[in-house]
C-alpha cells in the first residue's frame, strides 16, 4: 500500500511524467512492419524535412503518420509553447495492435485465414 495522502500520490506521479509533446495513433489499420518502413525513414530528422520526405512518400502509411505528425507539432505549439522551427522527431515508433482475422474460401471447401493487423503509432517530438 502506499504510504501518504492520494493528493501527495498523485502529485508525486504527476512529477515524473513525460512533458516532451507527442501524438499517439491506436488502432491504424496499417501492419507495424509497413509503418515502420516510414518510421525508419523520419526517425531523428527535424520536423519539416520530415514532413516534406511525408509528402512524397508513395506508400500509404506517409499520409497517416504525417497526419499525425502535424498533431504532434500542434501539440508542442499549443500545449507546450515550443516554436515549430526548432522540433525534430525524437522517437517515433509502431507497435502490434489487434488482429481482425477473416476467412477466405479456398479450393475443395477449404477455409483459409487472412490476418488484418493494426498498429498503434506514436511520435514524441523535443527542441533542438
Known amino acids: 500500500m502506499a504510504k501518504g495522502h492520494r493528493s501527495q500520490i498523485k502529485r508525486e506521479r504527476n512529477a515524473q511524467k513525460d512533458t516532451r509533446p507527442s501524438a499517439k495513433l491506436s488502432y491504424a489499420r496499417i501492419p507495424v ?5 516510414v518510421l525508419d525513414a523520419i526517425r531523428g530528422k527535424d520536423v519539416t524535412s520530415a514532413l516534406a520526405v511525408l509528402e512524397y512518400n508513395p506508400r500509404y502509411a506517409s499520409g497517416v503518420i504525417k497526419k499525425l505528425l502535424e498533431s504532434a507539432i500542434a501539440n508542442a505549439e499549443n500545449n507546450n509553447g515550443m516554436n515549430a522551427a526548432n522540433l525534430y522527431i525524437e522517437e517515433c515508433y509502431a507497435s502490434n495492435g489487434p488482429i481482425m482475422k477473416r476467412v477466405r474460401p479456398r479450393a475443395q471447401g477449404r477455409a483459409y485465414r487472412i490476418e488484418k493487423r ?8 523535443n527542441e533542438k
Not at 33 to 37: G, H, N, P, S, V
Not at 118 to 125: N, Q, T
Open 33 to 37: 512492419q509497413k509503418a515502420c518502413f
Open 118 to 125: 493494426m498498429s498503434h503509432i506514436k511520435i514524441v517530438l
